[in-house]
C-alpha cells in the first residue's frame, strides 16, 4: 500500500470488518449547532434517539442525563429508562396491547413516558386502561402536519376536542404533536422554510382548538431534521423533536440539512477483490452492512449504496457504492465521470457514508468511536428491535 | 373484531409486535422440495444459512448436525462451528486480515472451514498464511458465472491456472465456486433453465481447466435459489449451495422460484391508526421491521414492502404496505385495485409477507414458530452482525 490517502486507513486495521465508525467530534458539534440554532428561536430540544441508539450518544445529545428524549420503540424506552432517562416520549400511535408495557416502565424506572395517539378509539383505551391501571398517562395527540402518514387534520375540530374529552376523563393530556415528514421531499430552503412554518401554523391551530374547547394543551412539539434546521420562527412551539441531524447522512446532505463534512457515521470495510475490466472494486460491504435504503435515488445526485472515502473520511473522487449484495459491495465511479479509479489493492481500507443513518445503524450493534481518522478505543453499543 | 378473518391472528395476540413468525411446516416442505429435486439430479445440498441465520433451521436443513453448509460472514461460521457444524464455507471471498480468525474457527472447533478467492494475491497471502500457521487452509477458486459480480472468467485459464498453482504450493486447492447471482433478473422459466445450464458449464469449463493443467478439483460447487430450482441437468456439479429457498419471499415468488403459499416467512404486525380519506391503515411494521427491501419494484409486480395477510397467512385482496417509515407502515390497496379496504381496528393484527426473506430477517433477533395459524411456543434465536 504505496498511496498516502490509503495508509491513512491504517489506524483502524485492528477492527474488523465492516463495522461502524462514528466521529465523536462531529456528533458533538451537529448537537451543538442545532442547540444553538433552537436557543436562538428559544425552544428546547428533546431529541429523538431513534437514529443513535445509544445511550453514549444520548447522553451528549440530551440536555441532562435524565432527558428529554423521544422514542420510536417500547424497547428504546426500556433501555434508556434503564439507563436514566427519565422523560420520554414514544411518537408511534399508540396500540392498546402496548398500554401494559408502557404502565411497566412507567412504575419500574420512575419515567414519565408520554404515548401518542390520534383517533377516539385509541383515546378510549388509554383512558380505560388509565382507569383500570390507576395511572394517568400523559398523551399527546398527533397532527397532521402535512399529509405525510398519521395524524388528525388539524381543521376538524370535531375529532381533535373529542380525542381530548374521552383523554381529559381518564388520563392526562399534555399537547399536541406534529412531524413534518414530507420535507424529506425538498432540497430548496425557501420550501423547507415554508414546510417549518407550515408545521408550526397546524400546530398552534390545532393547539388553539384545543384551549378554546378548555382543554389542556401545555406541550406544543413539532420536529423533524430539515423543518428543525430551517425553521427561523419557533413562537408558540414548545419544543422540537429530531434525530439524524445529530449524525447526517447523504440523504440530508441531498435535502440541504447537512454538508457532506458534518456526516459522522461510516462503515469501515475491506477490498476482497477487483473486476478490472469492468472497473469495479469489490468490498466486504455489501447491503447487510449499509442497509437497502437507497433513499438518494429519488435526489438529484443519486448515491448508489453510499460514498466511498479514504481512511480520513475524505472521498474519492466519483467514487460510489454502486450495487450491492448481501455481503458484497461493488464499487465504481459514477457513470459518466472522468476521474480515475484509484488503485485499492485486496486488504485495503476504505469508509462508506451512508444514505441513512438510521437504516445503516440499525444493521450493526455498536460505534467504534473516532475523532478525525483516530480510533479512540471507545465502542458505544447501540440496540435494536422492539 | 366481529370479522371472522381478523379473528384468526388472535392466536398471536400474546407477542409484542412487530415481530417474525417463520412457519415451520412450509420451512420442511421447502426444503424436502429442494432435496428431492437435487437426489434426483444426483447431486448433494449445501445449504446456505446466511438467509435464516438460526441453528434451529440449520439441523432441519443440513442433513446432519454436522453439516455440509454455506455462511456469508465468519460471525455466522462461529456460530454454526460453535453449534457443532463442522463442514462450512465462507463464500465470499476472503481478506488476508481475515486469515487469522479463519484459522481460530478451525483449531477452536475442529470445523473444516473453507474459504473462496479470485485473485493471484489473494493466493499468494492464503499460501503464505497457510505455511506460517501450519495449517494448509481449504480453498475454493471463485469462478465467475454470469458477471454478477466477483470472480475469474471461466475462459481466463492463464489466472486459474496461477492462482490453482500458488494455492497448491502452500494451501489446499480444493476446487471451483460459482453463484449465478443475475439470476434474480430472471422470471422466465426457459430463461432460468438456460442460467443454470450457463452456470453448470462455466463450472465445469473451470474445473477442466485447473484438472489439465495437473491441479487438483474435488469439489464443483454452484448455487443461486433459482438455478438451483430450475436446474435439470447437474452432471458434473458435485454440490449446490442455495438458501432463501427455504424460506421463500415475494421477490422469489416474482421469479417463479416458489409461490406465495410457500412462503414460510411474514412479520406479524399491529394496526395504530388510519387516513380513512386516504384509504391507508397505519402499522407499526415500518421498514425497520420489514426492511427497505424494494425487490419486486423491479418485477412485473410490485409488491411495495410487502403483503398483507390475515393471521392464517391468506393475503387480502391487493393489500399490500405502500409506504413504509421507520416504525409505521402504510398499508393501501394497489392502485387501480377494485377491491374492498378490509376493516381493521386499531389493535387488529395482521400478517406482512416480505419482499426479501435475508433482508427482512436480518431486522430481527428471533423467530416465533407457528404452523398455520397456530403459535407453536418455540422461539428460535437468529443472530446477526459481523
Known amino acids: 500500500m504505496t498511496d498516502g490517502r490509503i495508509r491513512q486507513a491504517d489506524g483502524f ?7 461502524l465508525l462514528l466521529d465523536s467530534d462531529r456528533l458533538k458539534a451537529n448537537i451543538a449547532g ?14 429523538h434517539l431513534k437514529t443513535a441508539k445509544s445511550l453514549d450518544v444520548a447522553r451528549i445529545a440530551m440536555v441532562g442525563t435524565s432527558g428529554p428524549a423521544t422514542v420510536s420503540t417500547l424497547r428504546e424506552a426500556e433501555y434508556f429508562a434503564e439507563g436514566g432517562v427519565r422523560d420520554l416520549i414514544y411518537a408511534v400511535g399508540i396500540a392498546p396491547q402496548k398500554l401494559d408495557r408502557v404502565g411497566a416502565i412507567r412504575r419500574r424506572w420512575g419515567t414519565d413516558l408520554a404515548i401518542v395517539l390520534d383517533s377516539v378509539e385509541q383515546a378510549e383505551a388509554v383512558a380505560g386502561w388509565s382507569r383500570r391501571a390507576g395511572d394517568t398517562l400523559p398523551v399527546l395527540i398527533e397532527v397532521d402536519a402535512d399529509g405525510h402518514r ?3 387534520d388539524p381543521r376538524d375540530a370535531d375529532r381533535l376536542v373529542a380525542i381530548g374529552r374521552v383523554l381529559a376523563a381518564g388520563a392526562t393530556l399534555r399537547g399536541v404533536l406534529l412531524h413534518a415528514g414530507d420535507s424529506y421531499g425538498l432540497s430548496d430552503p425557501a420550501a423547507l422554510k415554508a414546510a417549518a412554518e407550515a408545521e408550526r401554523q397546524a400546530a398552534l391551530a390545532a393547539a388553539a382548538i384545543l384551549r378554546e374547547a378548555g382543554l389542556p394543551c401545555p406541550v406544543v412539539s413539532v420536529g423533524s431534521t430539515p423543518t428543525a434546521r430551517y425553521a427561523d420562527n419557533l413562537d408558540g412551539i414548545t419544543e422540537v423533536r429530531a434525530g439524524v441531524f445529530m449524525i447526517g447522512d447523504l440523504f440530508q446532505a441531498g435535502i440541504g440539512s447537512c454538508t457532506i463534512d458534518d456526516i ?8 476482497i477483490g477487483h473486476q478490472r475490466d469492468k472497473g469495479w472494486i469489490i468490498t466486504d460491504a455489501g447491503w447487510m452492512a449499509l442497509s437497502r435504503d437507497r433513499g438518494t435515488a429519488r435526489q438529484a445526485v443519486d448515491q448508489g449504496y453510499g460514498v466511498a472515502c479514504d481512511g480520513a473520511g475524505q472521498p474519492y473522487p466519483d467514487l460510489i457504492v454502486r450495487d450491492a449484495n448481501q455481503e458484497h459491495g461493488i464499487l465504481a465511479l459514477r457513470r459518466g465521470s472522468t476521474a480515475t479509479l484509484p488503485d485499492l489493492p485486496v486488504g485495503a481500507r476504505l469508509r462508506i457514508l451512508p444514505n441513512h443513518a438510521c437504516a445503516t445503524g440499525a444493521q450493526h450493534d455498536r460505534y467504534h468511536v473516532i475523532t478525525g481518522q483516530t480510533l479512540t478505543g471507545a465502542v458505544w453499543p447501540r440496540i435494536n428491535g422492539w
Chains 1, 2 share one sequence.
Open 150 to 152: 398519521s395524524g388528525v
Open 13 to 19: 486495521e485492528a477492527l474488523e470488518t465492516p463495522c
Open 264 to 271: 459522522a457515521l461510516s462503515v469501515l470495510t475491506t477490498v
Open 34 to 47: 442545532m442547540r444553538a440554532h433552537l436557543d436562538r428561536l428559544g425552544v428546547s430540544l428533546r431529541p
